[in-house]
């Protein structure tokens, strides 16, 4: 099994920053591509960054492009999304997810392990 648990969501303001982190535990984290999705309210979930299991290819979202970064730390086996210049339309439940190969895109799935999510509410 797999756990993955995000952390660092809450309230920001237009043109700040957050940083969200998501801790896997379970089965082998280093071997896996991962990515971070989000679900605002009445919307469908959208992918928003992937990475590939060394950290070497990185994937966004275009509305996330140049604003949003997307690394990992193996050897904590947790995943980050460093968000700056938010945007209202940012505000939504933020989850990461493990893919089941070394890369992966924006296809959800193309995922099979989810966190919980962690909300993020960017007020203008």
């Known amino acids: 099994q797999v756990q993955l648990v995000e952390s660092g969501g809450g309230l920001g303001q237009a043109g700040g920053s957050l940083r969200l982190s998501c801790a896997a535990s379970?089965?082998?984290?280093?071997?896996?591509?991962m990515g971070w999705f989000r679900q605002a309210p009445g919307k469908e979930r959208e992918f928003v960054a992937a990475?590939?299991?060394?950290?070497?290819?990185?994937y966004y979202a275009d509305s996330v492009k140049g604003r949003f970064t997307i690394s990992r730390d193996n050897a904590k086996t947790t995943v980050y999304l460093q968000m700056n210049s938010l945007k209202p339309e940012d505000t939504g439940v933020y989850y990461c997810?493990?893919?089941?190969?070394?890369?992966?895109?924006?296809?959800?799935?193309?995922?099979?392990?989810w966190g919980q999510g962690t909300q993020v509410t960017v007020s203008s």
């Open positions: 997810a493990r893919a089941r190969a070394v890369v992966a895109g924006a296809l959800s799935s193309q995922y099979d392990y």
């Open positions: 990475i590939s299991w060394s950290g070497g290819i990185t």
């Open positions: 379970g089965r082998i984290f280093n071997n896996y591509a």
